[in-house]
């Protein structure tokens, strides 16, 4: 692994925080890094890896932050970039929003949480949860910070300390399942996907043992041994609380939850679905006049769900103007700093059909700069439903002091990269 | 960035801190401290506050600790003295009965990195060894690491290294790891920790117990196990399967990165398997959220993709670009598109590219039409079909590669020149860049029997050859000129002789000049000389199997797995098109760290490697990145290290001679001991190279020129138009390590060389004895010469010699290929 430091720099390049771990790079060699990040992409060459001299920089981009990682030996890049996004996921834990502000109100906690994740440019505790404990923000503002060592940096149960207390015992259970469809201008599905994910929300007291119950049809797509009709999931990841051997051998999901809010189990699914909504449209461009679109929606899930919040992207090129709208329901916006006309249908039935038509000028003078053809992108969201057919069965709590608690099941289907070529 | 109130402000702050007011306040004490290390991140230089700080670091406020420590660590090696004073405070801290205190202090007195406190600091550090918290001894295994690397070169305590070795056993896995780590840096010259069985089972059965970090760090060490029998390591392997479908990918390449180092030698099925079961996760990685986890993802399938040509064949369309991905991504996807493409899905596959084709970012599109085109040597009729269409879109950029690209395929792929001169009318208006107009004209010359309209486009080239800037469109100009004259001769003599005499009268360009005089020569000494020398190969089929090649043993890229060198820029992408042609240096004319440009047509050698080198590497010493199957060839060891080639120390003619005679000797006859000694260690080779042209017949200056970019120094030759025709030459090799690690073998190796050409005869009768030459050259033409080369190296080292022997061909096949 063996990274030499770990920089976040503003856009300008300039160093908000840095952390020298092992002090065989010098760090000067920072100043080189946006000058080669800024040339790469004026060529177009841009790549995640840069390198000066000996100096290997591994970066990523986080909202308005530059996250650097500098090594000169073959490391691990991949490590390296799990734990530049794992330094991301903990600073958003702390600060919600992890931006330039957010750094530059928080430098104490960065500079204490940069010391306990990486030690010698190796990473040593990342897990959010546990840093949590002993680096506090409280503690950092106003009072003496706690003194004792957290319990989980020697427990067994490393993800959820002991002696937490909840007045009303509740687990919120969360399937949500996304859809990334690629249809090409031609109209057959590329490719199609779901991702899927069961979350939890855990507020129980105490050290409870959980049970939750899938349908046997998803249980025998987990465990593959179902190879004919089921759908195969592929990339199934439980959270490290689950205890696999125990679901290997009798195929019972139980575990000791992480308090608060936490992802249980994800999944793929690569199979051919047909797109939740399917979109036809005939875009027409008249050079120096007008661009004339057409696109019909259809919901093609059962008439008893219901898609929410649906919206159609449609890309309209960027010297268009004077938009004119005609919808059968909801309603169309142009949105001229993207580019697009974004067709608004609060509910969607299940097997309806419906239809927008618009008209947009085009000056008589043409635009010779090259443009792309963006896609046609649609949001959506549909409760109650999956497309996986997963569902919870139950969920079992058992904790000592034998208290009652309540599971709560939510499911949605929701857009996830959704996109449509266009011909034009 | 010091801004303006800087001075003002650290004295501010010092006045603030010696308060004795603000120091009997621990929350005003602790702020004051906080905007020390504020005013620190903001770039100020507050190192005049280093005893101040020293004083506040005595407190029982964990955060303020913290902070002071901060500020210590960074301007310790400003001020070693003062910092001796923090020492003893730590000290202190390290007997606090409160863990957290403990790891701090331990963790900071090793940060300070100052050498002369390393005394004060091993006593504590043995005691954290055995501390009964977990993250002390955590601390305190990696502090004996840091310890190590602020003295490299002290001799290493026996008892630590034991005791580390032991603390493997510790009860908490990250102490466990960490001391892995450590040993790792510890005895990093002697091949770091040793990995017995007993170690190797421990390390097995507790990594289930390790995160993911963890997990990595202990099966990268496993590498260096090598199990006694087959049995135990099947063992091992079937331990390790679930491993490989681990969601987590830097655990999954870290599995498959040991299964292949495990079994790539005695194993290569098992390894193949493993590569096979890995194919779902590795997918997965490549639809991950992170653009730089698909980007190494993709890395790493093309690294895979060298041995396994089919693999992912039925899952090419997960390789399709989204709209928004950056750039890099969509060129490695489009280069692995092209690996995967079968009559089954080449249709669909080029669908997608000619949609990348109009894409706003250039590059992209660049890269969508030379994947077209290198998908063309295998499936011509359709791409050209597409190449055709995208030139009726008239814009700039697409044109000029278009037109490029079409350039490399009509060389290796004759059958479609006819398309390509159709196709290529009424494109000259809409070049611009020098690159394209250059293809152009290649095409033009070497193909302008067939174009009709080929003496008018050279006669408005001509026209405008005083505006003309790039040297490399008059080189090409002025050839593909001589060629088309030499065909059509009514259409093309009065362009020809207005562009000779305007390259002769009025160009200022060395080159230009000299080739035009070259070739006015040339005509004097009549049409058929002319012909000979500029009608050479108009293409080479066989750089052109992208489908049926060889697959390379995966041992050659095992070691560079899951490690950085894969994503490093170019690499794989040249190694994939490298693929396209096992047995040439010469290959396709993109990327940037080809030797030599076999469409190339100039005459003169120097110009035509200048222009086929990038700027980088044209520079004081020529790095050979040889191609995939020569890197793997010349260091199937090191781990892609690379041969470079360097001139100096330079040898005078005299000591050349020395050495050239003095080898040339029996090794037996007549010699001291020790020089005999020396001999033995030296090697002489014979080799014929197969060039066409004739070369004591062309200009010597040219080949001078080219060896000499190549970093080959020519000694001395026999002037031109004498037989036998020799040259002498000589240069130094060395191995270079592409990533800067352990200074490796710093072997450098002299060599010295004689090229002879004795005359077409000569040539034939070798023809028989050399056998094991076969793979290397070609059937050639009847005028083809050969030359012998004769090369001396020492002290031996076979691959370096097979290293240069294929750079010296190279050179020469450039210098020949008109």
New interface residues.
Partial sequence: ?SVSAVFVLDLKG????CRNY???VDMAEIDHFLPLLMQQEE???????L?HG?V?F?W?KHSNLYLVAT?????????V?????KLVEVFTEYFKELEEESIQDN??VV??LL?ELM??G??????GKILQE?ITQE??KLE??K???PTT??NAVSWRSEGIKYKKNEVFIDVIESINV?V?ANGSV??S?IVGSIKLKTMLSGMPELRLGLNDRVLFALTGRDKGKTVTM?????HQCVRLSRFESDRTISFIPPDGESELM?Y?INTHVKPLIWIESVIEKFSHSRVEIMVKAKGQFKKQSVANNVEVKIPVPSDADSPKFKTSTGHAKYVPEKNLVVWTIKSFPGGKEFLMRAHFGLPSVENDE??????ITVNFEIPYFTVSGIQVRYMKIIEKSGYQALPWVRYITQSG?Y?L?TNT | ?PYLGGEEAVKELRRALSNPHVQAD?LRYRNTI?KV??VM?Q?VDVAGLFSEMVKACAT????QK??VY?FLCSYASLNPELSLLVINTLRKDCQDP????RSLAL?NMTNL?LPSLVEYVEQPLMAGLRDR???VR??AV?GW??LH?LQPHTDIDAAVVNELYSMLRDG?P?VM??CL?ALEEMLKEEGGVAVNKAIAYHLLNRLKEC???GQ??VL?VLQRYRPQTEEELFDILSLLDPSLLS????VM??TLGLFLSLCSPGLPAVSMAALERTQ??LL?AC?SA????K???LCHIQLLLRSLPGLMGAHY??F?C??AE???IKQRKMQVLVELVNDDNVGLVL??LK?YC???????AQAAISAIGRIGRSYSDRCLEILTGLLGLK?EHITSVVVQTMQDLVWVCPQCSDSVCEALGGCEDTLQDSQGRQALLWLLGVHGERVSGAPYVLEAFVEQVRSELSAGVKTELLSATMRVFLCRPAETQDTLGRLLHYCIEEETDMCVRDQALLYYRLLHCGIEETRAVLQGRRSDPSLGVLIGRPAEPVSQWAS?F????????GDAGTHSAAQGAPNHVTLDPKPSIDLCDPLNSSQDGGETLNRALPPAAAADSVSLLLPAPYAGLLAPCSGGSQLSLSLSPALSPEEFECLWLGGLQDPHAERGAREQKEEEDCVCVQESVRVSFVPHRSSPRGLQAALKLVNIQTMAFTPPHTLPWRVYLYTHTRWKSP???PPCEDTQTLVLGELLYTGGESGRVEDKDEKREGGEQRKGGSEEGRVKVTVKQQPRDDEAMRGFLLVLNATLHTVSSS
Avoid at chain 1, 71 to 79: G, V
Avoid at chain 1, 370 to 375: D, Q, S, V
Avoid at chain 2, 358 to 364: A, E, G
């Fill in positions: 692994m300039k160093v908000l925080i092992k002090g065989d060529d177009g060459l841009l790549s995640p890896v390198l000996t290997h591994l990523i090594t000169n030996k073959n490391s691990n890049a991949s490590l970039y799990a734990f530049l996004y430098f104490v500079y204490e010391d030690d010698f190796f990473p040593q505790t990342t897990d002993y503690g950092t003496v910070a003194s004792k060592v940096v020697t690629l090409n590329m490719s996907d592929e990339d199934v990841k439980f994800s793929r090259l443009e792309g053809r963006p896609p990269d996109q070529r | 960035m621990h906080l290390i504020r991140s770039g029982v406020d964990v955060v913290k902070l901060v409160n863990p957290m205190v963790r990195r918290a977990a993250c955590r601390v990696l690491a840091k690397n908490d990250v790891v960490n780590r995160d993911v970090w990595c760090e990268r969601p987590h990918v830097p390449a870290a779902g996760p997965a639809g992170s653009q730089e986890m980007f190494t993802a369309k997960r399709f989204g709209y950056p750039a890099y669908d997608e949609g109009t894409d706003v970012s250039p590059n992209t814009q560079s899951n490690t950085l060198e894969p994503l490093r820029q990533i800067p690690s």
